[in-house]
């Protein structure tokens, strides 16, 4: 299996600020990387795929690059709503595998 | 606006069967543009991708699973499931029913997410 490691494992921003989370692959996974946000009690949301590509009604806030091992989720201008755990996951083979999740609070 | 509902029991004993089921809208598993995910969490920990199927009969497990998981379809229902046997205390968990795009693979919808406890 791939595995797949996040960085930082928790995140401390104010309102306003820019963050970068990391995500690095056990190996080569191409571009096939997904980044997913999931608020407290609620359903992950799909934000980015093909590690850089928006999906569809995501803010351009959410930014994402990388190919090959390694691989970033920017988040811009943090508001209150932003506050979640991200999660990165590869597809690029079987079983799609998840990173470890990086729970971003509020300083 | 695809949408996508778990449904199934919310406890299930040792040593049993799981059973879920995914009801799908807005979008048809036989058109086959998609493939049909389950992921689960334990409590307070990340996200364990289960499996995937698609309505082409393409199946994928987890090999750490794969031995006690069947994921299957129905497309007249539009509906996927899936089955955990022999079950124990750590597979209690939220489990989420999840769209794929099948041509680039990547996961564009989720469930809502349904509990499950394992327990007597």
């Known amino acids: 299996d791939i595995q797949m490691t996040q960085s930082p494992s928790s995140l401390s921003a104010s309102v306003g600020d820019r963050v970068t989370i990391t995500c690095r692959a056990s190996?080569?996974?191409?571009?096939?990387l997904a980044w997913f946000q999931q608020r407290p009690g609620k359903a992950p949301k799909s934000l980015i795929y093909?590690?850089?590509s928006l999906q569809s009604g995501v803010p351009s806030k959410f930014s994402g690059s990388g190919s090959g091992t390694d691989f970033t989720l920017t988040i811009s201008s943090l508001q209150p709503e932003d506050f979640a755990t991200y999660y990165c996951?590869?597809?690029?083979?079987?079983?799609?595998?998840f990173g470890q999740g990086t729970k971003l609070d509020i300083k | 606006q695809v949408q996508l509902q778990e449904s199934g029991p919310g406890l299930v004993k040792p040593s049993q069967t799981l059973s879920l089921t995914c009801t799908v809208s807005?979008?048809?598993?036989?058109?086959?543009?998609?493939?049909w995910s389950w992921i689960r969490q334990s409590a307070g920990k990340g996200l364990e991708w289960i499996g995937r199927?698609?309505?082409?009969?393409?199946?994928n497990y987890n090999p750490s699973l794969k031995s006690r998981v069947t994921i299957s379809v129905d497309t007249s229902k539009n509906q996927f499931s899936l089955k955990l046997t022999s079950v124990t205390a750590a597979d209690t968990a939220v489990f989420f029913c999840?769209?794929?795009?099948?041509?680039?693979?990547?996961?564009?919808?989720w469930g809502q997410g349904t509990p499950v406890t394992v327990s007597s």
């Open positions: 996951q590869q597809y690029n083979s079987y079983p799609h595998t």
């Open positions: 190996q080569d996974v191409s571009n096939h």
């Open positions: 199927i698609d309505a082409r009969g393409g199946i």
């Open positions: 999840a769209r794929g795009n099948y041509f680039r693979g990547y996961i564009d919808s």
């Open positions: 807005g979008d048809f598993i036989s058109i086959g543009t998609h493939y």
């Open positions: 093909a590690a850089s």
